[in-house]
Each structure stands twice: as structure tokens, then as C-alpha cells.
């Protein structure tokens, strides 16, 4: 592909600007830089080693804890980092000189010659819907690359090892900057509450960020989303879309799409259909099934053949901190949902309890509405353990419903606190409803540090 079609002869370089140097950031400066960009990266913060070798490598200019203005408001266009956010002055000066800003996904769109896209969003189970459909993929014999948010960036991905297919899992914030970005499958898994700090407060906003994935979809394009959930239904109609809609659903028999009945998949694709008992099913839990209908749906867009399908979904193990069963002692069993950093995950994973739960609650919150947990709490939860330095919500929303609530400060003392009061038969479920970054880098290290502390007990 031409590296830089829109520059003449004589014009020089086009100026890129990336905004952060994480994952994405550095994936697109490694691809702006290999189709003849002139890039700078700055980071207002340190850069890892890891990032800071990459692009010390490919020799490109770098700053990290400053921002130079005078240099980056000489950008051609600017690539933002999805954690920067648009209240950043620095931002605000971008905008105001009227530079256009874009993510990294978008830049990396531009790059991906004939290859297809399945883009997956939602509040909740993009990881696991996103790791599926991937399974699914490889198991049907593509050559597919995992990227987005999790595995590498889409651009370093590009630049680094081209595929036919990329499985990208997408957030709202990376949705935020898009023009053209287009994937041929697009899976919207629900809408909750979430990163309300972000969205000024106000759900619509977040909403539109989500629908944003099919905007630039076309009539032979693919938009896979969940009949189930109220708030994509109650939007859905706002949205011009273009593509050919397939939902999931688990009240009714659908013409087209996926649909449980008598605790059966059924998977209507044009003229085909398929069957599956769902306890056949390798994930359990209800919000697995219809992780699992999205992504038997969107791997069926691209070909894969309904027997693969059946065999990924018989086979597939679930993530790492994602209702992760991590010990049994003293017949406490101790479970690693570290990845529920909203409410409506741990609403799913309290769903999902059988035995009485001590539950592991709490970190930053993001504009939290603990009262849809309250139900949950009240038939599920014997004792909450605040794990965080807010822990003041958690305090006013179940201090009347939950007999027993402590806060503690370190994975070390919330697993204590909880082993202690679990009795044998009981569930100690580690399912925060919050980010991480009070405590811990991120919800990896806080998943890794709670795995750590129950086997040290």
C-alpha cells in the first residue's frame, strides 16, 4: 500500500503526533513510522522499558514526563491514547488549532489492505466473547491475530505480523476517535453503566461511543447485538444502521440469529441452522451463553463450520481472572473475578454463586450504582470485604442488607478477612465491581496478588 498517499512531492513528511506511549500508543508510532510518517511520541508519564526499546529501535523521537506543546501542536494529526481524556487541556489546545484526532485504531484501519475485521464492544464480556470467537477462528483454520485490548495493538499488529483476520476486542474510548474505521462483523455484547467519569456523567453519551462500531457499516456487513439487553433495544432505533442486524436472545424463537430454547443453541445463519445443548458448553453461567451465541454468530459471518463451531465451544477454557476457580481450602473455594471492574459484572458473577459468598468488593469508583446489586447481595452474600481506599458507597448501599462488612487495604488482608469469615461450603469470590488503580497496576496484578495471598494462607 502506498505509504503516504496524501502527501505531493516537495510537502515533506506528515507530521504525527502520538499521544501516550503504552500498547496502542507504540503500536501505531512502530506503523506510522514503517509507512513514512515523521512521528514524535510524548507521555506525560514515564515509559516502560519495554515500549521505550521499541521505539529506541526503530529510531523514533520520543519524550516522556512532559508534554512539549510547541512541538505537538505542529501536528498534522494527533494519535490519542485511549486513557487520555477529552477534559486534557492539552486536548483542548489540540481541538482548538482545529488538528484532527484519531485512535489507533482508526490509523491502523487505514493499513489493513484486504484483510477482515470482527470488532467486538460492550460493557460487559467483550474479553471472553472476543477470546471465543478468536478459538473459533483458529480452530476453523484462519490465520487470525487477537488484538485491540487484549494481545497486541491492531497497528503493531500491521506492522509487525500482517493476518487475514483481525479479532479486535474494542472499548468505548478507542470508538471515540474513529472517521472510517469499518469491521465486516461487529458485535455489541450490552450497554451498562460504565466509565460514567468519562462521558460527563451522562449515559448517552456512553451509549453513542458504543454504537459507534457500526456507524460506518455497510448493507453486506454484519451487526451482531443482544435483543435481551434494554438499553441497546431502547437505543438501537437512534442509530442509522446500515448493516444486516443479527441478534441474540434467550425469550424468543428468532427468523435469524441466535436463540436458547429448551436449553438449546439455536443458530439461524440465512438458511442454515444448528443445535447445540447447552450443557455441552465448556463456560457456564448465563452471561457465558450468550458470550456464547455472539460468538458462534460472528465466527459463522466469517465461514467457520458449524462443527468447528460446536467443538470450540466443548473445548474452550475461560480466562485468566475471569471467574477463575483458583484453590479449595478447608472446603472454602476461593474464585478470581478480578476482571469485574463494573457492576454489572459482579451482578453476573453473584448470579452465577450457588454456595453462600463472601464477597470481595470495591477499588475506584467509576460513578457506581451499587443498587442494582442489592437483590444479589441479599440472597447471596454473607459478608462483603472492602478491598480499596473508597470504600464509603459500598458502606451506605449494603450496610443495612449485609451483617458483616470490613474494609481492608492489600489482596493479603482482604483474602484473610475473608477466609475468616467463610465457613466450609462457603465461596470467597474476589469480584470488585471497580477499577484497579487505587491498589494495583492494573486488575491482572490485582487478580495475580489475590491468587498469590489465598495460596499463602
Same mark, same amino acid.
Not at 486536548?91 to 490509523?107: D, L, M, P, Q
Not at 472476543?130 to 478459538?135: K, P, Q, V
Given at each position: 500500500?502506498?505509504?503516504?498517499?496524501?502527501?505531493?512531492?516537495?510537502?515533506?513528511?506528515?507530521?504525527?503526533?502520538?499521544? &501516550?506511549?503504552?500498547?496502542?500508543?507504540? &503500536?501505531?508510532?512502530?506503523?506510522?513510522?514503517?509507512?513514512?510518517?515523521?512521528?514524535?511520541?510524548?507521555?506525560? &508519564?514515564?515509559?516502560?522499558?519495554?515500549?521505550?526499546?521499541?521505539?529506541?529501535?526503530?529510531?523514533?523521537?520520543?519524550?516522556?514526563?512532559?508534554?512539549?506543546? %510547541?512541538?505537538?501542536?505542529?501536528?498534522?494529526?494527533?494519535?490519542?491514547?485511549?486513557?487520555?481524556?477529552?477534559?486534557?487541556?492539552?486536548?483542548?489546545?489540540?481541538?482548538?488549532?482545529?488538528?484532527?484526532?484519531?485512535?489507533?485504531?482508526?490509523?491502523?484501519?487505514?493499513?489493513?489492505?484486504?484483510?477482515?475485521?470482527?470488532?467486538?464492544?460492550?460493557?460487559?464480556?467483550?474479553?471472553?466473547?472476543? %477470546?471465543?470467537?478468536?478459538?473459533?477462528?483458529?480452530?476453523?483454520?484462519?490465520?487470525?491475530?487477537?488484538?485491540?485490548?487484549?494481545?497486541?495493538?491492531?497497528?503493531?499488529?500491521?506492522?509487525?505480523?500482517?493476518?487475514?483476520?483481525?479479532?479486535?476486542?474494542?472499548?468505548?474510548?478507542?470508538?471515540?476517535?474513529?472517521?472510517?474505521?469499518?469491521?465486516?462483523?461487529?458485535?455489541?455484547?450490552?450497554?451498562?453503566?460504565?466509565?460514567?467519569?468519562?462521558?460527563?456523567?451522562?449515559?448517552?453519551?456512553?451509549?453513542? %461511543?458504543?454504537?459507534?462500531?457500526?456507524?460506518?457499516?455497510?448493507?453486506?456487513?454484519?451487526?451482531?447485538?443482544?435483543?435481551?439487553?434494554?438499553?441497546?433495544?431502547?437505543?438501537?432505533?437512534?442509530?442509522?444502521?446500515?448493516?444486516?442486524?443479527?441478534?441474540?436472545?434467550?425469550?424468543?424463537?428468532?427468523?435469524?440469529?441466535?436463540?436458547?430454547?429448551?436449553?438449546?443453541?439455536?443458530?439461524?445463519?440465512?438458511?442454515?441452522?444448528?443445535?447445540?445443548?447447552?450443557?455441552?458448553?465448556?463456560?457456564?453461567?448465563?452471561?457465558?451463553?450468550?458470550?456464547?451465541?455472539?460468538?458462534?454468530?460472528?465466527?459463522?459471518?466469517?465461514?467457520?463450520?458449524?462443527?468447528?463451531?460446536?467443538?470450540?465451544?466443548?473445548?474452550?477454557?475461560?480466562?485468566?481472572?475471569?471467574?477463575?476457580?483458583?484453590?479449595?481450602?478447608?472446603?472454602?473455594?476461593?474464585?478470581?473475578?478480578?476482571?469485574?471492574?463494573?457492576?454489572?459484572?459482579?451482578?453476573?458473577?453473584?448470579?452465577?454463586?450457588?454456595?453462600?459468598?463472601?464477597?470481595?468488593?470495591?477499588?475506584?469508583?467509576?460513578?457506581?450504582?451499587?443498587?442494582?446489586?442489592?437483590?444479589?447481595?441479599?440472597?447471596?452474600?454473607?459478608?462483603?470485604?472492602?478491598? &480499596?481506599?473508597?470504600?464509603?458507597?459500598?458502606?451506605?448501599?449494603?450496610?443495612?442488607?449485609?451483617?458483616?462488612?470490613?474494609?481492608?487495604? %492489600?489482596?493479603?488482608?482482604?483474602?484473610?478477612?475473608?477466609?475468616?469469615?467463610?465457613?466450609?461450603?462457603?465461596?470467597?469470590?474476589?469480584?470488585?465491581?471497580?477499577?484497579?488503580?487505587?491498589?494495583? /497496576?492494573?486488575?491482572?496484578?490485582?487478580?495475580?496478588?489475590? /491468587?498469590?495471598?489465598?495460596?499463602?494462607?
Amino acid at each position: 500500500m502506498n505509504t503516504s498517499a496524501a502527501i505531493q512531492p516537495g510537502e515533506g513528511l506528515k507530521k504525527l503526533v502520538i499521544l &501516550g506511549a503504552g500498547e496502542s500508543g507504540v &503500536g501505531a508510532a512502530l506503523l506510522a513510522k514503517q509507512k513514512g510518517y515523521d512521528v514524535f511520541v510524548s507521555d506525560g &508519564g514515564a515509559i516502560k522499558d519495554l515500549y521505550k526499546e521499541a521505539l529506541q529501535k526503530s529510531n523514533i523521537d520520543f519524550e516522556e514526563a512532559q508534554h512539549t506543546e %510547541s512541538k505537538i501542536l505542529l501536528a498534522d494529526e494527533v494519535i490519542k491514547s485511549p486513557g487520555i481524556a477529552e477534559k486534557n487541556e492539552l486536548v483542548k489546545k489540540i481541538r482548538a488549532k482545529g488538528i484532527t484526532v484519531i485512535s489507533e485504531i482508526e490509523f491502523a484501519y487505514r493499513y489493513k489492505g484486504n484483510s477482515k475485521i470482527i470488532a467486538i464492544t460492550g460493557s460487559n464480556g467483550k474479553t471472553t466473547t472476543t %477470546s471465543l470467537i478468536y478459538y473459533m477462528c483458529k480452530l476453523g483454520g484462519i490465520d487470525c491475530a487477537m488484538v485491540g485490548n487484549i494481545g497486541y495493538s491492531f497497528a503493531r499488529q500491521i506492522a509487525e505480523n500482517p493476518k487475514p483476520l483481525y479479532v479486535a476486542e474494542i472499548s468505548s474510548f478507542q470508538l471515540d476517535d474513529i472517521k472510517t474505521f469499518r469491521p465486516d462483523v461487529a458485535v455489541l455484547t450490552n450497554i451498562t453503566e460504565d466509565h460514567l467519569d468519562r462521558y460527563d456523567y451522562k449515559i448517552q453519551n456512553y451509549i453513542g %461511543s458504543k454504537f459507534r462500531i457500526a456507524e460506518n457499516q455497510q448493507a453486506g456487513d454484519v451487526f451482531i447485538y443482544c435483543l435481551d439487553d434494554e438499553t441497546t433495544i431502547k437505543n438501537i432505533n437512534r442509530y442509522n444502521i446500515k448493516s444486516t442486524l443479527y441478534p441474540i436472545t434467550m425469550s424468543k424463537e428468532l427468523p435469524q440469529g441466535a436463540y436458547l430454547a429448551n436449553a438449546k443453541m439455536h443458530l439461524k445463519w440465512k438458511n442454515e441452522e444448528m443445535q447445540m445443548s447447552i450443557d455441552d458448553f465448556k463456560l457456564k453461567g448465563k452471561h457465558n451463553q450468550y458470550n456464547s451465541m455472539a460468538a458462534s454468530l460472528a465466527s459463522t459471518a466469517v465461514d467457520i463450520r458449524k462443527e468447528k463451531i460446536r467443538e470450540a465451544l466443548q473445548t474452550f477454557e475461560s480466562l485468566e481472572h475471569r471467574m477463575e476457580t483458583v484453590i479449595t481450602i478447608k472446603g472454602v473455594e476461593f474464585i478470581n473475578d478480578s476482571k469485574a471492574t463494573n457492576v454489572n459484572s459482579t451482578w453476573y458473577a453473584l448470579e452465577s454463586m450457588e454456595k453462600p459468598t463472601i464477597l470481595i468488593l470495591g477499588g475506584v469508583d467509576k460513578g457506581n450504582d451499587y443498587s442494582t446489586l442489592k437483590e444479589m447481595v441479599t440472597e447471596k452474600v454473607k459478608a462483603i470485604v472492602c478491598m &480499596g481506599t473508597d470504600t464509603r458507597k459500598i458502606h451506605e448501599a449494603f450496610g443495612s442488607i449485609v451483617p458483616l462488612i470490613v474494609n481492608t487495604t %492489600s489482596a493479603e488482608e482482604a483474602v484473610q478477612a475473608a477466609f475468616h469469615f467463610a465457613s466450609k461450603g462457603d465461596v470467597v469470590l474476589l469480584s470488585p465491581a471497580c477499577a484497579s488503580f487505587d491498589l494495583f /497496576k492494573n486488575y491482572e496484578d490485582r487478580g495475580n496478588q489475590f /491468587k498469590q495471598a489465598v495460596k499463602n494462607l
